[in-house]
């Protein structure tokens, strides 16, 4: 497992599927939610990050389906992936406190 | 099948087999869900599926996967060998721009000595080809182009007339009277 940190779209993928499993339209639709609208994946990146992942163990194939004659498929995240995306949230939240310490500390009324 | 599903799976065709054979449907079904009424790719689109399909290859060639893919590296091979070889032409270029500065477009095409001091222009174009070609994944044809392109070089190497002096050899008159 590699302990640097995940890249953003990365982190939205894996958070996408972290409740239930989701097919290719659904993540990126769910990722844009997420962000709060600031990131919109397109195709092409989605799937090449799907591709990495799937090579890292970290989301798997749950079932396909056939929607208005187009194939669906739906990932969901493994437990390596869960473990992955964990990891990632205790040195985000880890960062969090050290960044909200310090802005505590700050001199009240800064400096020019 | 629709205009836009034909150029997006024109897109989508420079993926790694692999992984068209195995998302190629699934991703059509993405684009055509997000493409509304759309009858071209997206700007983003145009950009993201090709750089999408060479980071997937670079993966399978580096193996940063865990593995190798031999047919993608014979491909890659196939591309970056003949633009490796058109580079050594960049030479051959500035001999030609010389020529074209000196005596004019037409008068510098029409009075190069070719074979003395582009010897190997015709299998630049061979090379050339050969890239093309790769590109378009005509493989086969690409493979008879390289023999034919290296079996030019080694000819070249072994039978073409030798120049002692470049462009600024013969402005001084040390090589080429003319």
């Given at each position: 497992m590699i302990d640097g940190a995940l890249r953003e779209p990365t982190f939205l993928i894996l958070t996408a599927l972290a409740a239930r499993p989701q097919h290719g339209y659904g993540i990126l639709r769910d990722v844009e939610e997420i962000s709060d609208g600031r990131v919109r994946l397109r195709a092409g990146t989605l799937y090449t990050a799907l591709d990495r992942m799937g090579a890292d163990g970290w989301v798997a194939v749950d079932r396909e389906e056939v929607v208005d004659g187009r194939l669906r498929r739906y990932y969901r995240l493994t437990d390596l992936g869960a473990a992955r995306l964990e990891a990632e949230v205790r040195r985000l939240r880890a960062h969090t406190r050290a960044a909200e310490q310090r802005l505590r500390a700050r001199p009240q009324g800064g400096t020019i | 099948m629709s205009t836009l599903e034909r150029r997006y799976r024109r897109l989508l065709a420079l993926g790694p087999r692999d992984h068209r054979e195995q998302h190629e449907e699934e991703m059509l079904g993405v684009l055509m869900t997000d493409a509304g009424e759309r009858s071209w790719p997206s700007a983003r689109e145009t950009v993201d599926l090709p750089w999408a399909a060479l980071l997937l290859h670079l993966r399978r060639v580096f193996a940063t996967?865990?593995?190798?893919?031999h047919r993608d590296v014979f491909a890659i091979v196939s591309l970056l060998g003949p633009v490796a070889i058109l580079a050594g032409a960049t030479t051959g270029l500035h001999e030609l721009a010389w020529w074209i500065k000196v005596e004019g477009f037409v008068g510098g095409l029409s009075t190069i000595p070719w074979w003395t001091q582009f010897p190997d222009a015709s299998v630049w174009l061979v090379w050339l080809a050969v890239a093309v070609l790769s590109v378009r994944r005509m493989r086969r044809t690409a493979a008879v182009g390289a023999w034919l392109g290296t079996a030019g070089l080694v000819g070249l190497a072994i039978f073409a007339p030798y120049s002692t002096c470049g462009s600024r050899g013969r402005r001084d008159g040390c090589c080429w009277a003319r």
């Amino acid at each position: 497992m590699i302990d640097g940190a995940l890249r953003e779209p990365t982190f939205l993928i894996l958070t996408a599927l972290a409740a239930r499993p989701q097919h290719g339209y659904g993540i990126l639709r769910d990722v844009e939610e997420i962000s709060d609208g600031r990131v919109r994946l397109r195709a092409g990146t989605l799937y090449t990050a799907l591709d990495r992942m799937g090579a890292d163990g970290w989301v798997a194939v749950d079932r396909e389906e056939v929607v208005d004659g187009r194939l669906r498929r739906y990932y969901r995240l493994t437990d390596l992936g869960a473990a992955r995306l964990e990891a990632e949230v205790r040195r985000l939240r880890a960062h969090t406190r050290a960044a909200e310490q310090r802005l505590r500390a700050r001199p009240q009324g800064g400096t020019i | 099948m629709s205009t836009l599903e034909r150029r997006y799976r024109r897109l989508l065709a420079l993926g790694p087999r692999d992984h068209r054979e195995q998302h190629e449907e699934e991703m059509l079904g993405v684009l055509m869900t997000d493409a509304g009424e759309r009858s071209w790719p997206s700007a983003r689109e145009t950009v993201d599926l090709p750089w999408a399909a060479l980071l997937l290859h670079l993966r399978r060639v580096f193996a940063t996967d865990g593995g190798i893919v031999h047919r993608d590296v014979f491909a890659i091979v196939s591309l970056l060998g003949p633009v490796a070889i058109l580079a050594g032409a960049t030479t051959g270029l500035h001999e030609l721009a010389w020529w074209i500065k000196v005596e004019g477009f037409v008068g510098g095409l029409s009075t190069i000595p070719w074979w003395t001091q582009f010897p190997d222009a015709s299998v630049w174009l061979v090379w050339l080809a050969v890239a093309v070609l790769s590109v378009r994944r005509m493989r086969r044809t690409a493979a008879v182009g390289a023999w034919l392109g290296t079996a030019g070089l080694v000819g070249l190497a072994i039978f073409a007339p030798y120049s002692t002096c470049g462009s600024r050899g013969r402005r001084d008159g040390c090589c080429w009277a003319r």
